[in-house]
């Protein structure tokens, strides 16, 4: 059975980033990143106008009776006919992707702590968090050269939901957290600590921690520790 890996955070705070470093850093044969931003709900049958308007940031804007039902297929090692999601057009896609499931699922989204049901399903959960102005730089980037945006409806868009609901929202999720990763600036140890629990996690899949486990016993033994000091 997979383990499933909840990297939750605000907006920008580097979900993405962090975790794709760590995919290269574990192996990518080994895990598969599922991101929450493909489960907006489709929103065909509105006007591009009336598509405009949605809370993004707010938990009903996403399908959580597909999300459930897709990681608790993943975890029992099924794939999934996963949806695409168009931040351009604001639906989703005609095409989907078929995800195969591997030992680790991490599963990232500002979303990933919200639902009960999903945290029951996760085996590790975390949260990124990082300063409020480098979230809305690296936003305001994001937006602007991948996803068309003018500058005056990123910032507007900000400050009427994106903020707003962290604030009420996704912040107080962060409560449900194993484990809260800072990650400001561009040197941190972010990856490198999600890096050390998803190799762990990789070992409790395997079934090795309890041999690792024991080699750390040794290693700090009384009988090390004595020729050591």
Request: charged fraction near 35%; proline fraction near 3%; hydrophobic fraction near 35%.
């Amino acid at each position: 059975m997979a383990r499933i890996i909840l990297v939750g955070g605000g907006s920008s705070s580097g979900k993405t980033y962090v975790t794709k470093r760590v995919t290269e850093n574990v192996g990518a044969e080994n895990i598969t990143l599922l991101s929450l931003d493909d489960y907006y709900k489709d929103q065909k049958e509105k006007t591009f106008e009336e598509r405009t308007k949605t809370n993004y940031d707010h938990p009903k804007a996403f399908d959580w009776k597909l999300i459930r039902a897709h990681i608790k297929s993943l975890k029992e090692d099924k794939p999934i006919e996963k949806p695409l999601y168009d931040f351009v057009t604001h639906s989703r896609k005609e095409e989907t992707e078929i995800v195969n499931p591997t030992k680790i699922i991490i599963v990232e989204g500002i979303m990933a702590l919200i639902d009960e049901e999903l945290r029951k399903l996760g085996d590790l959960k975390v949260f990124i968090r990082a300063s409020a102005e480098r979230k809305f730089l690296r936003r305001m980037i994001r937006d602007k050269q991948f996803r068309g945006r003018s500058i005056e409806s990123i910032v507007t868009q900000y400050f009427a939901t994106v903020q707003p609901m962290y604030e009420e929202i996704i912040e107080p999720s962060s409560n449900y957290a194993d484990l809260i990763i800072n990650n400001d600036g561009k040197k941190n140890l972010s990856v490198d600590i999600l890096t050390f629990l998803i190799m762990r996690e990789l070992d409790m899949e395997n079934g090795h921690l309890e041999k690792r486990s024991n080699e750390i016993e040794n290693e700090f033994s009384k009988e090390v520790l004595d020729k050591v000091f």
